[in-house]
């Protein structure tokens, strides 16, 4: 279990770091720059459910506090929710002393994802996330041109789901 932690800690330093320079998606054949969706903001919650709070906050603080960086002086407390449910899977956006992280029952050790400071996270609800490999979320920052988000992805290729920032898409939003 300490080896999957770390190996999990290394892929969000590792994520973390490119993520200030992501590249724009190829278009290669297998995947392409451009993405049509009808957006899914999820549904705004007014009260983290208990099992989802403290998961998160759990993962915060192991991720951030350590014997040279101690739990802040105001404590690790989860702020605000919102909930994406899909046919085949539900996931948690948990706000965390004001990091936000994904999470599901449907992930390994029930955390989908790094830690976002800003941004806007949206699936597309005509292919929504099953919590498989290439799984899709986007994320809107406001440092983006509009119509521009980061490519959040489970690796295809990848033995565990965990989603990570890939690559900068251009998104074009259907409306109905």
């Not at 770091?17 to 007014?46: F, M, V």
């Not at 009260?47 to 739990?71: C, G, L, N």
């Not at 899709?136 to 988000?149: D, I, S, T, V």
Request: charged share 20%.
């Amino acid at each position: 279990m300490t080896r999957f932690i770390l190996t999990l800690l290394t892929l969000v330093a590792i994520t973390t770091a490119a993520a200030q320079t992501l590249p724009p998606c190829p278009d290669n054949g297998e995947s392409s720059s451009r993405r049509t969706i009808t957006p899914d903001c999820g549904k705004a919650l007014t009260e983290v459910p208990a099992h989802w709070r403290e998961r998160a906050q759990r993962a915060w603080s192991m991720d951030y506090v350590s014997k040279d960086h101690p739990e802040p002086a105001t404590g690790v407390h989860a702020s605000v929710a919102r909930v994406f449910r899909f046919p085949r899977a539900t996931f948690y956006l948990v706000t965390v002393n004001g990091e936000q992280g994904l999470f599901s029952d449907k992930c390994p050790i029930e955390r989908c994802s790094e830690w976002w400071t800003d941004g806007t996270l949206v699936a597309n609800r005509d292919y929504p996330p099953a919590a498989v490999p290439g799984d899709e979320f986007y994320l809107r920052r406001a440092n983006l041109p509009e119509g521009r988000a980061v490519l959040v992805q489970a690796d295809p290729m990848g033995a565990l789901y965990v989603l990570g920032e890939r690559c900068i898409v251009t998104l074009t939003v259907r409306t109905k």
